[in-house]
């Protein structure tokens, strides 16, 4: 996908969610009140498009002779993943009933009856609509059928829906928000395991993240979800079911979603036989019930600790034996869990250490706190594998992400999809598998020769416009020496910004042909082939090091123009405060001008700071790893040994065994992202203040002051 695709969309989801959250404001609506009847509307956006579109689908198949000209039937919908939607269902039928028709009735009508046909969906969709406002429901219709929607894929509506699933829990909509684990953390676990085949289980299962990233990686690698894997979950609340249960169906995927409390509950006959178990479930509960789960199958290393009360002390090792019993014997877990309990230590340590003896612990991954939306607190992502070769049966790859991550706001962190890429890297390396190490390097080799081909055209349209910009002025500074009522004094300004941005741009002329003159001939050597083994990698990549360092210097050459150029444009303004010169200028054309070569600029200096990106991942890998071999990384991996973590008390915490980082200098430091970062935070800072102010002056209205 390109950037400017990637741009639509996250603007596409901006937009709507900032409308859909004006009209919760307006209407007074809590998020938890707002929250499954909008994703209801989504869904039912995504139903009529899928609808659509697999009735066109058919026609063009009877059309050809594919298919007989028949009365159709739901089997030629189910088999094109669509719904065989009735009428009234349709998204068209619902915008255009008469005026003054009941929306909210008219839509608990359009959920029953898609509930009707589709078993999976039974019971599950929102039908909360007839306590809305009908203005509120008719914008909010309206507010999903923009032209790109009407249109959109399967993919679009699926992010759409994970998007106001993540900002329904940045508001603590439903049970705090605990409903969605952040998607970072999920593509890592996803990452590590790789689930793509067999049987799936997420026993807290919140809104089904878990199975839909599955199927985002299965679907990556060129196979079919439905035909690849079977889902089982269970949820201890009903409306977070709801929530799994349409998320599945707005991706087009199914799953056998139970209600149940799985620390006493075991709803499906698949115990010893799951090929990857995934979960986020709730940390350091404390309540759970010894006497009811003391004999559990379950718990095949014992209770990890019991109170006077007979209340286990914390629930977290319970889930963990959980998660390891419900492996097959070649099973993969991966899961989310308190930074505590990685070194827990009375009965928590001896189940911990139990667990070590098997050989089937995997890696151990440090996450930062600010990954979760409702909560600050730090975390660990553990992996499971029963299938582990003798050879690493004895090791464990300690992993600290702590210092990896990118700013989303003020308080929520997340990866990157090159931080995602790059410490699944380290683990292809633990696991001896170097060829997959080499093709990421080789995907960002192909990645920074075209993101460094794409540059020329974007400085091209940027200094178009400065020469068009420059002409103005000139032609501005000739008209002024004719005016007498114009000093030579008030004339001197202009003819020294001129000449200063005259300067600017001889001197950036030759360093701008060399850097192409040379980028020219490194494409020419690896834009047809990216280097595929690890020298061939290094050479190139040392070749790219000058070419870095002079894309950097362009990038302030450029910024350096537009603000002199923007300069002599504000001396302009001043002097065509002149009534004689204002008559022969164009003062407006010039502002024009100058705004377009502020976009111009930022769009032509991402694009070369994007090549510098994609050069300075590959830099980090090999910079690490540098034979394309595992190896130990000071505050960031290592492998460790079973006897190496017993000397250590039986800690898995990752922190232990890899050591602190060299402090390092940051010569990358981006005075311009610092900028937006602090913008970011005041943005934050703002809206929130925003919001208080709403709260409390409608505290002060209830109160009748």
């Not at 890592?188 to 199927?215: K, R, W, Y």
Request: negative net charge.
């Amino acid at each position: 996908m390109t950037v400017n695709a990637m741009q639509t969309i996250d603007q596409i989801e901006s937009q709507l969610w900032e409308a859909a959250d004006q009209l919760r404001a307006n209407s007074k609506l809590t998020s938890s009140e707002y929250c499954m009847p909008v994703l209801g509307i989504i869904f039912l956006r995504h139903a009529s498009n899928r609808y659509e579109c697999a009735l066109e689908q058919i026609k063009a198949d009877q059309a050809a002779g594919k298919m007989p000209d028949r009365p159709l039937v739901k089997g030629d919908f189910i088999k094109r993943r669509s719904l065989m939607l009735p009428e009234t269902a349709r998204y068209r039928y619902l915008l255009d009933l008469p005026s003054g028709e009941k929306l909210g009735t008219a839509l608990v009508d359009a959920m029953n009856a898609i509930e009707n046909d589709f078993e999976p969906l039974r019971g599950q969709l929102p039908k909360e609509y007839e306590r809305f406002d009908n203005d509120l429901l008719e914008d909010l219709l309206r507010k999903f059928d923009s032209a790109e929607l009407r249109t959109a894929s399967g993919d679009l509506f699926g992010r759409i829906y994970e998007y106001f699933l993540m900002k329904f829990a940045m508001q603590g909509a439903q049970d705090n928000g605990e409903f969605f684990t952040p998607p970072s953390l999920v593509q890592t676990i996803v990452n590590v395991i790789e689930p793509t085949h067999g049987i799936v289980l997420d026993p807290a299962c919140g809104s089904g993240g878990m199975f839909v990233q599955s199927s985002h990686f299965i679907e990556k690698h060129g196979q079919d979800t439905g035909h690849k894997v079977t889902f089982y979950g269970q949820e201890k609340t009903g409306t977070t079911i709801r929530l799994a249960k349409m998320n599945l169906a707005v991706h087009g995927l199914e799953g056998d979603i139970r209600e149940a409390n799985t620390f006493y509950q075991d709803e499906h006959p698949i115990w010893g036989r799951c090929d990857f178990v995934m979960a986020n479930p709730p940390f350091n509960v404390d309540m759970v019930d010894a006497e009811k789960v003391k004999d559990d199958r379950r718990l095949p290393f014992g209770l990890p600790g019991v109170n006077k009360n007979k209340k286990v002390s914390n629930g977290n090792y319970l889930w963990i034996s959980y998660f390891h019993s419900y492996l097959s014997p070649q099973g993969r877990a991966g899961f989310v869990m308190s930074s505590q309990a990685s070194s827990g230590g009375h009965g928590e340590a001896e189940v911990r250490r139990k667990l070590i003896e098997t050989g089937d612990v995997d890696v151990m991954i440090s996450i930062r706190s600010n990954f979760f939306y409702t909560r600050t607190v730090p975390c660990e992502l553990w992996h499971f594998d029963k299938g582990k070769p003798e050879e690493r049966q004895d090791q464990v790859l300690m992993l600290d992400a702590r210092n990896i991550y990118r700013k989303v706001t003020r308080k929520i962190y997340d990866f990157s999809p090159e931080q995602l890429a790059n410490l699944t890297a380290i683990v292809w390396l633990y696991r001896g598998q170097q060829d997959r190490f080499l093709g990421l390097i080789q995907d960002y080799f192909d990645a920074l020769c075209r993101e460094s081909a794409a540059m020329a055209p974007e400085l091209e349209v940027f200094e178009a416009t400065l020469a068009n910009l420059q002409k103005q002025l000139t032609e501005l500074n000739e008209l002024i020496q004719g005016i007498v009522t114009i000093t030579p004094e008030q004339r001197q300004p202009m003819k020294d910004a001129l000449i200063e941005l005259a300067e600017a741009l001889t001197a950036y002329q030759p360093d701008r042909v060399a850097l192409f003159d040379s980028l020219s001939a490194f494409l020419k050597n690896y834009s047809t082939t990216a280097p595929a083994t690890n020298a061939d990698q290094h050479t190139a990549r040392q070749t790219y090091d000058p070419l870095s360092e002079r894309i950097k210097g362009l990038i302030k050459q450029v910024d350096l123009l537009y603000k002199l150029a923007a300069r002599a444009g504000q001396v302009a303004q001043e002097l065509t405060t002149n009534e004689e010169a204002a008559e022969c200028y164009d003062r407006r054309a010039t502002n024009k001008l100058i705004k377009q070569l502020d976009e111009q600029r930022k769009q032509a200096v991402e694009q070369m700071k994007l090549a510098v990106y994609f050069y300075r991942q590959i830099h980090w890998l090999q910079e690490r790893f540098p034979d394309a071999v595992m190896a130990a990384v000071p505050g960031l991996c290592k492998v460790v040994s079973r006897a190496d973590i017993e000397a250590a008390d039986w800690s898995l915490t990752p922190g232990r065994y890899v050591g602190v980082a060299p402090p390092e200098v940051d010569e990358d430091f981006d005075f311009e992202q610092t900028i937006k970062d602090i913008h970011l935070e005041l943005a934050d800072l703002n809206r929130e203040a925003v919001e208080l102010a709403a709260r409390i002056q409608e505290n002060f209205e209830e109160l009748g002051v």
